[in-house]
Structures are given as C-alpha cells and as structure tokens.
C-alpha cells in the first residue's frame, strides 16, 4: 500500500519566518508533487519534481522553494512566511507520467 | 475559461437516488482523465480513470465525450458514505509533463 507522510498535521507560524514541510513516500516514486488547496480555488501545483535534485515550478511557485535531495523525500520551504500562504499544504507522488497521484494527509498551516 | 471547470454543488440527494455529475475541459489535446474523491478535511483519493470507452466499478460509471470535451460520473443507489467532494482531474497532452490539472470539485451531500 502506498504511503504517503507529511511532517506535520498542523502548523502555525509568524510572518517573516522560515518554514519546512517535508514529504516523504515509501514506494520508489519517481514524481512527487506539492499543492495548495483553498477554498473555491481548489488544489494548484505549487512545484514538482521527476528526479532527484530536479524540480520545475507549477502554476503558482512565487513565494516558494523546494529541494529533493533523496528520492523519498520532497521538502517544501516558506522563505519568510506571509499571512496569504496560510492554507492547507498536499504532497503526492506517482511512480509514471501522467499518472495516479496518492497524497499525504496534508498540513494545515496558519501564518499570523 | 478554467482547464477545468466543475458545478461546485453542492449536490443534496436522498439514499438511494441517483446522481450525475459533469466536468469539462478546455485542451482537446488532454490525455487522461480521473475522477478523485475527497472526504471533508481528508487527502484526494483516485476514485476512478476514465476511458474513452467508458467504464464502470460497482454504483459508479465514468463516461468521456472527446468531441464535446467532457467527462461525466454516474453514482447508482447513493449511500451515505458517498458524501464527500468528488474531483474532476485531467492531465496534459503527450509530453506535455506529468502535471494533473484539478477541477475545484463537487460536493455531494446523500441524506437519509
């Protein structure tokens, strides 16, 4: 059964900090994901990866990096947080392309 | 005009009925098409491909219409446990990545 883990469950974190939310999956994915999801707005791809130490930016990669150093893990960071990144952060990853994503449970983050 | 556009719903049905949701999509060049399943503050879940021919798993059938570029979702004899939001999800052309494009999702609602 594929498993995907999120770092943390819910998150609340003052403006201007830097934050981590990592990811990581047990089933030799190639492809990993991270999404925000708002209400009304759905889920929007925030970057991705296909490879280790490879990432492209999705629809909205403004305010955001990402680092895949291990194939396993996928980590999301927050230069300075700002109070409009306050949402629910998703990780997925598929193992082809395009393919089935399975996501991690998320992480709530609020940015005070 | 979105990728993909959804009627957000939300839809209240009784137990029992019959439910149809629709979903259309902007790039005729898209090569899937899923539907995923999301239950209230959980993780999206594949619920089903969608084939140009059609398919079908227990109450639930999916239905692809290239030529009007819409996909469709069939629910048979609800239960309550249907209740949740269902997603509608396409992914890009041949090679044109492994990103998958979401609906912002129905909500359905089966009552007793």
């Known amino acids: 059964d594929v498993k995907v883990t999120q770092s943390s469950r819910y998150l609340v974190k003052r403006t201007g900090e830097k934050v981590f939310l990592e990811c990581v999956q047990d089933?030799?994915?190639?492809?990993m994901f991270w999404y925000r999801q708002d209400p009304g707005l759905g889920l929007r791809l925030i970057y991705f990866?296909?490879?280790?130490?490879?990432?492209e930016k999705g629809d909205i990669p403004e305010g955001y990096s990402v680092s895949r150093e291990k194939k396993e893990r996928f980590s999301l960071i927050l230069e300075s947080a700002s109070t409009n990144q306050t949402s629910m952060y998703l990780c997925?990853?598929?193992?082809?392309?395009?393919?089935?994503?399975?996501f991690g449970p998320g992480t709530r983050l609020t940015v005070l | 005009r979105k990728e993909v556009e959804q009627d957000p719903g939300p839809f209240n049905v009784p137990e029992g009925a019959t439910v149809a949701f629709n979903c259309t999509y902007s790039?005729?060049?898209?090569?899937?098409f899923f539907w995923y399943r999301q239950d209230c503050r959980k993780e999206p879940k594949l619920l089903m491909s969608?084939?140009?021919s059609g398919n079908e798993d227990g109450r639930f059938t999916a239905q692809l219409n290239r030529a009007s570029q819409y996909i469709s979702l069939l629910i048979r004899d609800s239960k309550l446990s249907d209740s949740a939001t269902y997603l509608c999800?396409?992914?890009?052309?041949?090679?044109?990545?492994?990103?998958?494009?979401f609906g912002t999702g129905t909500q359905l609602k089966v009552e007793l």
């Open positions: 997925a990853s598929s193992l082809t392309q395009p393919d089935t994503q399975y």
């Open positions: 089933m030799d994915h190639e492809n």
């Open positions: 990866s296909y490879d280790v130490k490879m990432k």
């Open positions: 790039n005729s060049a898209s090569q899937s």
């Open positions: 969608v084939y140009s």
């Open positions: 999800v396409v992914s890009p052309p041949t090679g044109g990545g492994n990103k998958l494009t």
